[in-house]
């Protein structure tokens, strides 16, 4: 079953997939510092009400040391899960395989990818994303502001609805 973060919502929210480095290109089984998770997860949920913020993380924080089984399984349907999502939020300070196939599954399923990098001219933050900010202090400018949720509705407006995605691009629910 499904976790959600929620900030108290009347019903119709958006569901949030918060992408972001994990392992980044570290050779070894180490984690980057996932401390930006809580910031936004707090951020969300105070000034973003109408939201639940699904965090891969938040079960799965020995994930390096699973067994390559379970790491697939794991993997997999967290990429599957970002073709559901109304919004992926994505945080690559650098690159990071995991975040672009879930920012690649968002985009591609009808998802608004709202990225926070200073990487705007790598190919897959640059093309996939809708929104780029450089830094998580510029999102949260926005997020305390209430541009982020204009922003995303502004976005959903130019690409259609949800559900209506799949239909307008020949791809199969």
């Known amino acids: 079953?499904?976790?959600?973060?929620?900030?108290?919502?009347?019903?119709?929210?958006?569901?949030?997939?918060?992408?972001?480095?994990?392992?980044?290109?570290?050779?070894?089984?180490?984690?980057?510092?996932?401390?930006?998770?809580?910031?936004?997860?707090?951020?969300?949920?105070?000034?973003?009400?109408?939201?639940?913020?699904?965090?891969?993380?938040?079960?799965?924080?020995?994930?390096?040391?699973?067994?390559?089984?379970?790491?697939k399984k794991v993997f997999l349907g967290h990429n599957y899960l970002c073709r559901e999502m109304d919004v992926i939020l994505a945080f690559i300070p650098e690159a990071s395989m995991g975040t672009a196939v879930e920012i690649w599954e968002g985009n591609q399923h009808g998802a608004v990818v709202v990225s926070v990098s200073p990487l705007k001219k790598n190919w897959a933050v640059k093309f996939l994303s809708h929104v780029i900010y450089a830094t998580l202090e510029e999102l949260e400018e926005d997020i305390h502001s209430g541009r982020f949720v204009e922003?995303?509705?502004?976005?959903?407006?130019?690409?259609?609805?949800?559900?209506?995605?799949?239909?307008?691009?020949?791809?199969p629910h």
């Open 1 to 71: 079953m499904l976790e959600f973060v929620s900030g108290g919502s009347s019903g119709d929210f958006m569901r949030i997939f918060l992408a972001g480095i994990m392992q980044g290109s570290f050779r070894e089984m180490e984690l980057h510092s996932q401390e930006y998770r809580t910031r936004l997860k707090e951020m969300l949920k105070k000034y973003v009400p109408d939201s639940a913020v699904y965090d891969p993380f938040e079960k799965h924080t020995g994930s390096v040391n699973y067994s390559d089984e379970l790491g």
């Open 151 to 171: 922003r995303v509705a502004e976005i959903r407006q130019k690409i259609g609805p949800k559900s209506d995605f799949g239909q307008n691009f020949g791809v």
